[in-house]
Nanobody, 116 residues
Framework: QVQLVESGGGMVQAGGSLRLSCASSENIFNFNAMGWFRQRPGKEREFIAE???????DYAESVKGRFSISRDGPANTVYLQMNDLKPDDTGVYYC??????????WGQGTQVTVSS
């Protein structure tokens, strides 16, 4: 049973930074990719960033240049560095591990609140 535990959320003022962590119970290189999603109030869950086993990184247009995904293999942890945060970034951030396209594992989420 894969377990993903997010941490690092909190409250920050606009323009500030946060770093989210996602600790995996499994070797992260067992997954094809790991990524971050978020669910803003009243909206559906949306893709934010992903890093695949080869190290390729993909980002949503809305966060390019502000957010950065990285990983620490020995720690089995994936990070999301979020800079220049905006009130519209407020939401619950989820970590996801993916094996191919149909085996998905989710964390419980961590709340990020950005005040203006």
């Amino acid at each position: 049973q894969v377990q993903l535990v997010e941490s690092g959320g909190g409250m920050v003022q606009a323009g500030g930074s946060l770093r989210l962590s996602c600790a995996s119970s499994e070797n992260i290189f067992n997954f094809n990719a790991m990524g971050w999603f978020r669910q803003r109030p009243g909206k559906e869950r949306e893709f934010i960033a992903e890093i695949n086993v080869g190290g390729r990184r993909d980002y949503a247009e809305s966060v390019k240049g502000r957010f950065s995904i990285s990983r620490d293999g020995p720690a089995n942890t994936v990070y999301l560095q979020m800079n220049d945060l905006k009130p519209d970034d407020t939401g619950v951030y989820y970590c996801r591990a993916r094996i191919l396209s149909n085996r998905l594992y989710w964390g419980q989420g961590t709340q990020v609140t950005v005040s203006s």
